[in-house]
């Protein structure tokens, strides 16, 4: 398998712009996390999804996030309008019995 | 609340010497506890877990940690360390049931002197 993968890895956009982030998971994996890591607050839990369904979404940090898993391949996280704040490390990460696997992440800065 | 701890931020090593990263959490119960690794610029790699059983559990790399439930800690170790183990190092936990996000430490940087 691939492994998870994650597009674009790196994305340069300017504050206010709509910016989506796209994860596919590895096959057969039943949950799909997405985090966030920056180096003020390490790295965060945003949301995750089990079978297509979004379960825990607290750590959302505002109504400029949101994520959708439409199938059980594809997920996808956008920010509108995008921020400075919102410059981070985006990952990916799916799991079947408890073990995590981590895509590469998505690098965003938002000028 | 559930918390990870991991009190070095920076640890530097001389290759060859032994090495131990040092992690404790806050949890209720009895969590399920990870170490991962991070390279610059790479994802997270899991190193190991424990979820119950023997305490002392293996991992890749050479990578051991040991739970001790009375000092709530989970403290990986190697016995002795490479140029190509400097990079980033997380301990992390998630509930019992295994099914939630994880929760990280901090991370402990992992220098390797010649």
């Known amino acids: 398998d691939a492994g998870v993968i994650q597009s674009p890895r790196h994305e340069v956009t300017e504050m206010g712009q709509e910016v989506t982030l796209r994860c596919k998971p590895i096959?057969?994996?039943?949950?799909l996390f997405w985090y966030r890591q920056t180096m003020m607050r390490g790295l965060e839990l945003l949301i995750y999804f089990n079978n297509n369904v979004p379960i825990d979404d607290s750590g959302m940090p505002e109504d400029r996030f949101s994520a959708k898993m439409p199938n059980a391949s594809f997920s996808t996280l956008k920010i509108q309008p995008s921020e400075p704040r919102d410059s981070a490390v985006y990952f990916c990460a799916s799991s079947r019995f408890n073990e995590q696997f981590f895509g590469p992440g998505t690098r965003l800065t938002v000028l | 609340a559930q918390s990870v701890t991991q009190p070095d931020i920076h640890i530097t090593v001389s290759e060859g010497a032994s090495l131990e990263l040092r992690c404790n959490y806050s949890?209720?119960?009895?969590?399920?506890l990870f170490w991962y690794v991070q390279s610059p610029g790479q994802g997270l790699q899991l190193l190991l877990k424990?979820?119950?059983?023997?305490?002392l559990v293996q991992g890749i790399k050479g990578f051991e940690a040991e739970f001790k439930r009375s000092q709530s800690s989970f403290n990986l170790r190697k016995p002795s360390v490479h140029w190509s183990d400097a990079a980033e190092y997380f301990c992390a936990l998630t509930s019992g049931g295994g099914a939630d996000g994880l929760t990280f430490g901090k991370g402990t940087h992992l220098i390797i002197q010649p």
């Open positions: 424990y979820f119950s059983g023997d305490t």
């Open positions: 096959s057969g994996h039943d949950y």
């Open positions: 949890y209720g119960a009895t969590p399920y």
